[in-house]
């Protein structure tokens, strides 16, 4: 899983770069449709034809590419998801009558206890706990050269949202010691798709200790925070893999942006081709120093009703259906999942070409602003752009995750920036995160990484981004939703 430097104006990058689920790769192949194909249509067909076709091509070239992956999956294909060859051709839920749920917790094996983890504050034994089995357990790539180190206080921010349950924090302990061996996490997340609006829970952070992963403990852990989930009265979950599952209903790729590519060659996360030196990659991926666009500044606490303003128009201008559906979306929550009211969820899709409207985003409020928003050193850099009349016009902002390098004696840890929520209104989107990889890099971050979701794919040929190895795949547990396009999604799990 490596990346190799070349000649980037005839993009010879010809092997794998570390995606976001280190050790997931997966190989696309290619539409068959050629250029030339598209050249004749040009011909005989209007812009809007030809752009209708290109998401055609989108979505098709997506199905035909996770198609030949679709197998029986022991767990998943027994649970309210899209299954795989499935066609959906509408939006709602799946289960109907969410009553009907175990009230018990789900029995462990002999010698294993369940346990809620208190992560309150980073300096409890739990924190520490959940930290270091993470720390030595989660997401390493196949080649056992890296692994993701999430910081306590990136964890922290992350787990302890507004609105957050400690017994969604769920771990799995060893009677006899009372080590933690297992962990996975929800947190509530208020999400618009298409036309209705429903609480949600970011199921993450899935980490079994490594001697025990043939104790068939994830499908427990997935059961028994689905049943504390449901306990409080949400249904639905929105969670990403590297793997195949089941059908998901969108897959982004992963791209790079090398901002000390020295040390990336020298860690192993990439490699020199034959016409490539160290030196000439430092030249090609250099940096500038001086801003294009003015008018920037960090974010602070005092301009989040100004960003949940501008997240709410941003929203109405990409939204996928009419005003009058918009401004009275389906409360999915108010209803309370009553059979006979929860059928308004359903809406039959006869067109899935979304183009670039937004069919999933989040619904804000002004704490979660607060909360994910304002800047903390290695963990969220958030910057607004402020005009003449000190009203913020534009957004742009980055999470930070750094990975421990194994078996390497000259460097122990890189930094990799992951582009987040961006705003752009008087500038494109490409100026913006010209903007945000100039502060990354004065922030001494290693690489750049960015999901081709809604906008991003503009930005990736001008500034040097390079295709990652794998897909992440985005899954909805008890909720329909047609196959989407990488465009029509704006979510992200962090």
């Not at 749920?101 to 294993?112: D, Q, T, V």
């Not at 960003?307 to 005003?323: A, C, G, N, P, R």
């Not at 945000?436 to 040929?461: C, G, M, P, R, T």
Request: proline share 4%; with cysteine; glycine share 4%.
């Amino acid at each position: 899983m490596r990346d190799t430097y070349g000649d980037h104006s005839t993009t010879k990058f010809s092997e794998d770069m570390k995606d976001r689920n280190l050790g997931h790769q997966q190989t696309f192949q290619s539409d068959n449709r050629s250029k030339a194909d598209i050249i004749n249509i040009a011909n005989q067909s209007s812009r809007k034809q030809i752009q209708s076709m290109l998401q055609e091509m989108s979505i098709c070239g997506l199905f035909n590419r996770m198609k030949p992956q679709s197998k029986e999956h022991k767990f998943w294909n027994t649970q309210p998801v899209i299954q795989n060859n499935e066609k959906i051709e509408k939006f709602g839920p799946i289960e109907l009558e969410p009553n009907f749920f175990r009230r018990e917790p789900y029995k462990l094996p002999n010698g294993y206890i369940w346990h809620s983890c208190n992560l309150s504050n980073v300096d409890t034994k739990d924190f520490q706990d959940v930290y270091q089995l993470l720390a030595d357990f989660y997401i390493e790539d196949d080649d056992s050269q890296f692994r993701f180190l999430y910081s306590k206080e990136f964890l922290h921010w992350a787990l302890c949202i507004p609105g957050y349950y400690e017994d969604w924090h769920l771990g799995i302990k060893l009677e006899e010691n009372n080590k933690l061996v297992a962990f996975i996490s929800a947190i509530p997340n208020k999400v618009r798709i298409h036309n209705s609006k429903l609480l949600v829970v970011i199921v993450n952070y899935l980490c079994i200790h490594k001697k025990l992963r043939s104790k068939r403990l994830a499908p427990v852990l997935v059961k028994e925070i689905t049943r504390r989930v449901r306990c409080r009265g949400i249904f639905q979950a929105i969670y990403t893999c590297g793997k195949d599952l089941t059908m998901p209903f969108a897959a982004c790729q992963y791209w790079h942006r090398s901002l000390n590519p020295k040390k990336l060659y020298e860690i192993g996360f990439s490699q020199l081709t034959r016409n490539m030196t160290i030196s000439r990659a430092i030249k090609l991926y250099r940096v500038p120093s001086d801003h294009v666009l003015s008018g920037f500044r960090p974010a602070t606490i005092d301009d989040a009703p100004q960003i949940l303003k501008l997240f709410e128009e941003y929203h109405y201008k990409y939204k996928d259906i009419s005003d009058d559906k918009y401004n009275n979306l389906i409360d999915y929550d108010t209803i309370n999942h009553d059979i006979s009211l929860a059928t308004k969820a359903y809406d039959t899709i006869k067109d899935t070409s979304f183009g670039d409207k937004l069919i999933i985003h989040p619904i804000f409020d002004l704490e979660m602003i607060k909360h994910i928003f304002i800047n903390i050193p290695e963990v969220i850099t958030s910057y607004v752009r402020v005009n003449h009349e000190g009203n913020i016009t534009d957004l742009f902002s980055f999470f930070c995750i750094n990975s421990t390098v194994l078996n390497n004696p000259r460097h122990k840890l890189f930094k990799a920036a992951y582009g987040f929520y961006n705003i752009a209104n008087t500038c494109t989107i490409t100026e913006l995160y010209n903007e945000a990889l100039i502060i990354a890099y004065k922030q001494k971050y290693d690489v750049f990484n960015v999901l081709d979701i809604h906008n991003n794919s503009e930005i990736l040929d001008s500034l040097k981004f390079v295709r990652g190895s794998g897909m992440l795949r985005y899954y909805i547990f008890n909720w329909q939703v047609p196959l989407l396009s990488s465009k029509n999604i704006y979510i992200y799990l962090f």
